[in-house]
């Protein structure tokens, strides 16, 4: 086996052109497949601190389109998805009321989210607007740089009230202190009463850019509704979430007159199911992504074993001296299977390599952006890069590596 390793390290050296470019396409096929996987890990691991930072205890309640909803549009002559189409305003602030009073809800608090051009003096900026009810403020662990949260009797008012987000705040004001000025939002103008601490991104959006004002006065006066876009629970015992998700389903369902629990509108899921859910996407896209760069790896299987037949026909008398001076069948197979691994393998390392680098890059930019995005490239990973690198190897590498072993001797010395 070392004599065959040798035998093919001195073959591929022969020309070092065509080994390069004859591997490409299983360094890219291997280097999308680390990227996706890194990417993955990078991505589960936001979402786990995202989750995370409402506590073990917390309960999510999300409006959705009702599937026979769904089901009836789907029907239409409308090419559009239903749920972007139709807006839900069946969770009201009454439902938070109702979840509150619940045996394991310690507290919950409805939101909506709108955006807003905010200004103060000559500056200005579209920024998002953030409305809660004050109970926000005790589930979320949020600080303030300064001032003070609004409280329940400014949220029952719709006083025009608000907290700026760190860069909010840098923007409209510099060095100035921004506490007790009035700003401009939309139409209305707002006393500004506190300052979060710089936070970074909070989910999908970054905390550090948005206002945040008392629920009711971002319905009434900013978006002019009266409903609600989600809603968060907040449980005294963590382990009995999932009993207190379906007394939650049930409270709401006698709400929204609802007695099928297939026309729910709403989705409530606790940590774990959201987290379970995700799971479930993020390996559906996982798999359908690795099975595009399974193409590029065909595509490199078929050119390593087009090259490897024309090395073989290259090599055709030396294949013939070798078998006249004692070289068996076995020999030949062995050696030209060797070659065709370590071209598989050295592009699934080059690959890994390459793979590893955009994943770095992925988790810098993300990090920039003020993302919880670590960098990791699992051992996983690198171990079905480099199986699926020797394993192109082995299968596009045994046909040309028999058509050598078959050769006749005589016949191919006398080959020119």
Not at 217 to 245: E, N, V
Not at 302 to 330: C, D, F, H, W
């Amino acid at each position: 086996m070392l004599s065959a390793f040798i035998q093919s390290i001195r073959g591929l050296r022969r020309n070092l052109t065509r080994t390069a470019l004859t591997t490409l396409g299983i360094i890219i096929g291997i280097a999308t497949i680390i990227l996706v996987v890194a990417a993955g890990e990078g991505f589960r691991g936001f979402i786990n601190t995202l989750v995370e930072s409402f506590g073990t205890n917390a309960v999510f309640v999300q409006t959705r389109v009702p599937p026979t909803t769904r089901a009836r549009d789907a029907g239409s002559t409308n090419p559009a998805p239903a749920d972007a189409l139709i807006a839900v305003t069946t969770l009201k602030n009454r439902d938070i009321e109702t979840l509150k009073t619940l045996p394991n809800i310690e507290d919950a608090y409805g939101a909506v989210i709108g955006q807003q051009v905010v200004s103060y003096g000559q500056r200005s900026k579209n920024a998002f607007v953030f409305g809660a009810d004050e109970a926000r403020f005790r589930i979320d662990n949020g600080e303030l740089a300064s001032g003070r949260p609004y409280t329940a009797a400014e949220d029952a008012g719709a006083e025009q009230v608000a907290i700026l987000g760190a860069d909010i705040a840098l923007d409209l004001f510099g060095d100035q202190g921004p506490v007790g000025n009035i700003i401009r939002v939309g139409n209305h103008n707002f006393l500004i009463i506190g300052v979060y601490e710089r936070r970074g991104s909070f989910g999908f959006s970054n905390d550090d850019q948005q206002i945040f004002v008392p629920l009711r006065t971002a319905q009434k006066k900013l978006l002019g509704i009266d409903y609600l876009f989600f809603a968060i629970a907040q449980t005294r015992d963590p382990d009995l979430s999932a009993a207190t998700a379906e007394d939650m389903r049930i409270a709401l369902r006698i709400n929204h007159g609802i007695t099928d629990p297939n026309k729910d509108d709403f989705l409530v899921q606790t940590q774990e199911q959201g987290l379970e859910t995700f799971d479930t996407i993020l390996a559906g896209a996982t798999f359908l992504l690795i099975a595009v760069a399974s193409i590029s790896l065909l595509v490199g299987g078929v050119g390593i074993m087009n090259i490897m037949y024309v090395v073989v026909t290259e090599r055709t008398p030396e294949i013939g001296l070798k078998k006249a001076i004692g070289a068996s069948s076995q020999d030949i197979l062995r050696e030209f299977l060797v070659e065709a691994v370590i071209l598989t393998l050295t592009g699934g390392v080059i690959g890994i390599i390459c793979g590893a680098g955009l994943a770095f890059v992925v988790a810098k930019i993300a990090s920039q952006l003020g993302l919880a995005w670590e960098f990791s490239v699992p051992i996983s990973g690198i171990v079905l890069g480099l199986g699926v690198a020797g394993g192109i190897g082995l299968i596009f590498g045994v046909f040309p590596a028999r058509s050598a072993a078959r050769l006749d001797p005589i016949e191919a010395l006398r080959y020119e």
